[in-house]
């Protein structure tokens, strides 16, 4: 099994920063993608940015100079530094990674369990 744990979200008067963060635990043998969703009241959960093995990144467009995504592969961790943080910004934000249990193993997406980000105008 692998447990994601998320910390750092709060609330936050607009134009300010938040860095949230996801550790990975327990049986894993290789991560694929490590990424961020949001989803805000009312709204399908959609992807925020996500950062291959490799450090190639991607983002969606409304985070696009404000948000940036990083990872350590040795401690199976992905981070979210979120800048500028306007108020439609405010969702509950989920850590995935595709996570491999062993070398014949397929990738499976885990999720945490969500963080409240709150951004005040």
């Known amino acids: 099994q692998v447990q994601l744990v998320e910390s750092g979200g709060g609330l936050v008067q607009a134009g300010g920063s938040l860095t949230l963060s996801c550790a990975a635990s327990?049986?894993?043998?290789?991560?694929?993608?490590m990424g961020w969703y949001r989803q805000a009241p009312g709204k399908q959960r959609e992807l925020v940015s996500t950062i291959k093995r490799d450090g190639s990144t991607n983002y969606v467009d409304s985070v696009k100079g404000r948000f940036t995504i990083s990872r350590d592969n040795a401690k199976n961790t992905v981070a979210l530094q979120m800048n500028s943080l306007k108020p439609e910004d405010t969702a509950v934000y989920f850590c995935n990674v595709q996570v491999s249990g062993g070398r014949l193993s397929p990738f499976i997406d885990r999720w945490g369990q969500g963080t409240q980000v709150t951004v005040s105008s």
């Open positions: 327990g049986t894993i043998f290789s991560i694929n993608v």
